[in-house]
Nanobody, 126 residues
């Protein structure tokens, strides 16, 4: 079972980037999927979440209105479209899966997540 994050890179402030998370080894269509990020000397923080159906989404205040989370059930993938990127968005972005989506909360312990991807670096330059 694996979550593979990809799509990170270097982008100028104000630009856009899309990161993706591909799931393999099992069907994640019934899992809530979540993006986190972690920058240097900071704790991993919640970014965005999407319900198993894709009908429910939730964003951290810091990215609301700029980032859009989506999922493609047929391809077992999740995406995070990031627009209007800021310097403070620089971080390693991680995807995670939560089998019981009803337990989701932006404050849920990281230990509660069932699967994690390895992370993809997003660097925003001035």
């Amino acid at each position: 079972v694996q979550l593979q994050a990809s799509g990170g890179g270097l982008v100028q402030a104000g630009g856009s980037l899309r990161v993706s998370c591909a799931a393999s080894g099992r069907d994640f269509s019934t899992y809530a999927m979540v993006w986190f990020r972690q920058s240097l000397r900071k704790e991993r923080e919640f970014v965005a979440a999407i319900s198993w159906s894709g009908g429910g989404t939730y964003y951290a205040d810091s990215v609301k209105g700029r980032f859009t989370i989506s999922r493609d059930q047929a391809k077992n993938t999740m995406h995070l479209q990031m627009n209007g990127l800021k310097l403070e968005d620089t971080a390693v972005y991680y995807c995670a899966a939560l089998e019981d989506g009803f337990r989701f909360s932006p404050h849920l312990s990281l230990l509660e997540y069932d699967f994690w991807g390895q992370g993809t670096q997003v660097t925003v330059s001035s």
